[in-house]
Every structure is written in C-alpha cells, then in structure tokens.
C-alpha cells in the first residue's frame, strides 16, 4: 500500500467523531426528556389532588352497574346535525361508532351529546327491510332504546318506519313520543336510523336493541349491553371540563377517566404550540433516517390522541387506573412530533376515583436534537474533507520530496562512475 493510501485511511478515523457525537446526542435527548416527565409529573400529582375533592363527578357513572351491563358514551358534539338519517355530519370520527354482531352483518351504534339534547345514529346491515303496518302490531324491524327514565320507571321506546323518512318514538301502549325526532334511512344492504332525544327523558341507564324480522321467522334481537339491564349512559362532565380548564396551558393537553377509563372531562391540545423550528434540521431523508436510528425508539404519535371510543385503555393509563403512576412517550417516524405523556391515579381518602392524564409537544427537545445533530453531521463532513484533503496534500508533497530526493542520489552516482 503507498503512503497516499496509508494517509487516506488515517483520516477517515474523523469518522469516530460522529460515533461520539451521537453517543452525546441520544443522552442528551434522554435527559431533557426526562427531565419533562418529572415536570409533568408533578404537575399531575398537583393537580391529581386537587381532583380529589369530586368525587361524585368521577364515580357518577361507576357505582351500582349491573353484571354485563356494557355501556354506552356519549360523545360530545361540536354542532348540532341534520337530521337526514346520515352520519356524514356528526362531528365524531366514523370509527367511534360501536360494532354489534347482527344476523344480516353488523350493526353500528353511537350516542352523541349537544346541549342539551342526546343524539343515536344507528345502521343497521339488512338484506330484507320489513316495515310496520299502520296497526303496529305485525312484526317489523325497529329499533328499541331500553333504559331508566328520570323518574326511575322503566324506559322504552320504539322506533318502526313504515316507508323511509321522519317517523315517530311510540312507547308500547302505541303512545306517541312527539317530543323525540326521528328519521329513517333505506341505503344499500339495510337502513339507518338518527333521532334526537332530549336529555330530560333519559334516566342513568341505557341501552339500544335491534330487532329483525325476516320472512318465516321470529324476530332476532342485538342488544348494545350482554346482561339483563342496560349499563349507566356515560355524559361527560361539563363541570370537570371547567375544572380542567383552569390548568389549560398552550401545548398541553389534560384527560380526566372514571376507575373504568371513560373520558369524563378534556381540556387542551399538545398541537397547540408548535415550534417555528421544530424539526427544521431534519427535512433531509437520510438526515430522518440517520435520527430515528440514533433517538430510543417509541411509540408512534398518533397513539397519543385521546381514544376516539371515548375509553382511553393504553398500557400507561390501564396502570394509572391500577394506582400507579405511570410516564410514555410518542413520537411519529414521519414528521418527528413527539409527545411525553404521564398518568396519575386520582385518590378521594382510600378510594381510587379515577385517572388523570397529562401530554405535551416536545417540539423544544426535538428541535435541539434535531439541529445538533445536523451540526455534527456537517462538521463531521467538513472536518473529513479538510483532514483527508490535509493528509493526501502533504502525501503528495512529501512523494514528489522523496522523488526528487530519489532523482537527485540517481545523478549524483551516475556522475561518481
């Protein structure tokens, strides 16, 4: 091997640089994470206790369920829609809607909530749409809202359409319930149906069963709860959305759950305040790549997001409702927005009463990390050209010395013969 090569290969020893200086980075990183997490910690534990004192809120829609009483959720509106029999206006994510095993296919079920009325959209997978006769009493498919009405007496409406279009709640004495709206929706492979409700006529519990009548046979029944009786209808407090809202910071996001997960009260969004620099030194691909191997792997930022059901059952919160505290962190491996999370149990006395849950932007962290480490990879690039450039500048003058050299012993014995 010539010395060119010799001196070539030293330089790329710069190339240790880099090592370090990613070694440097990833605890760095770790640090400042961490760092958040006890922050966010104690501000949990803070808050954890000032929570302590609802605990009526917080156990309303625990106490007394019956064995199997699944339960429904009602989510919170951000309008109120058109009641056309359609679900494409509801401020709520289509995968929100509850699944029920039907005999013709599935049946989707969701409850909304918007002032102060309750919203049910269901759609239901038919093959063969039986309507109602103008007697009411041959059999048909409807829908039935089964529960406890305000008053403590049993609560059952029914919902039979004899054509398409707004029909009428009818109680089982044929009573009708002007009160409620309702519209019925043939669409391909079965019917929807949306109706309004006002808060007033729903007690503490409730429950939706779907009745199907095919030809030559008895109706089938798909019920949204497994026992005898429906389980609590869970409302979102309106006042621990207040309370919470006292703590509502930019970047921050505040999840208060009953012992069972349900989302009681939200506050707050971790996309609230996004760094202007966040992420700015990584839009290179092989830059993103060359992260992502260095940064400790996580779960995808996504996750973060409360559960569109409206029951948050990640690992870390599962463990707050255990009574641990628990910390995670997310970060996405698309656009590197990363969030530190943290759970804390909500005690009253000896009774836990709850969970509460805290996420924030580590949009500061990701920027330091991601421009330090687009430093290095410049400076180490730099120092690699200009060491190797140095080493193959002084090889070539150091051959061309010793080549002179070599020429010049040649000449002089030549001239001694």
Known sequence: MNLKRQLLLVSLLTLVLPWAGCQFIQETETALREGQQQMLAGTAQAIADSLSQFPQELLAFTDNAPPGADQLYAHPLERAPLMDGYFSDWTVDVAAQRTLRGVAG?????????????????????????????????????????????????????????????????????????????????????????????????????????????????????????GAQPGLLVIPSRFLDSVLGN???????????????????????????????????????????????????????????????????????VSALNGKATSSWFRSSRSGRAVVAVAQPVWSGNVQTGALVLQQGTDAILSLTSNALSRL??????????????????ATWLSQRVRRLSLGARRALDDNR
């Open 106 to 226: 599935p049946i989707k079920i969701i409850v909304g909530l918007y002032r102060q009325q309750f919203w049910l959209f269901v759609k239901v997978a038919d093959d063969d749409v039986v309507y109602a006769q103008n007697s009411n009493e041959a059999p048909s498919d409807r829908i039935v809202l089964v529960g406890e009405s305000t008053e403590a007496q049993p609560l059952l409406f029914e919902f039979a359409a004899e054509a398409p279009g707004p029909i009428v709640a009818r109680q089982p004495r044929g009573n009708e319930e002007q009160r409620i709206t309702a519209h019925w929706q043939d669409v391909p492979g079965g019917y929807q149906l949306e109706a309004r409700i006002p808060r007033q006529l729903l007690g503490p519990t409730f429950g939706v069963i779907v009745e199907n009548v095919g030809s030559g046979r008895a109706a089938v029944r798909s019920r949204s709860f497994s």
């Open 247 to 317: 703590y509502a910071q930019p970047g921050l996001r505040l999840i208060v759950t009953d012992p069972q997960g349900w989302r009681l009260a939200s506050a707050g969004d971790v996309d609230a305040r996004v760094s202007d620099n966040g992420g700015d030194g990584l839009r290179s691909g092989w830059l993103r790549a060359a992260y992502d191997a260095i940064i400790e792997p996580s779960a995808d930022a996504s996750l973060a997001a409360p559960d569109i059901s409206g029951r948050e059952q990640q690992a870390y919160i």
């Open 377 to 394: 990879v410049s400076f180490t690039l730099i120092a690699t050209l200009v060491a190797a450039g140095a080493l193959l500048g002084y």
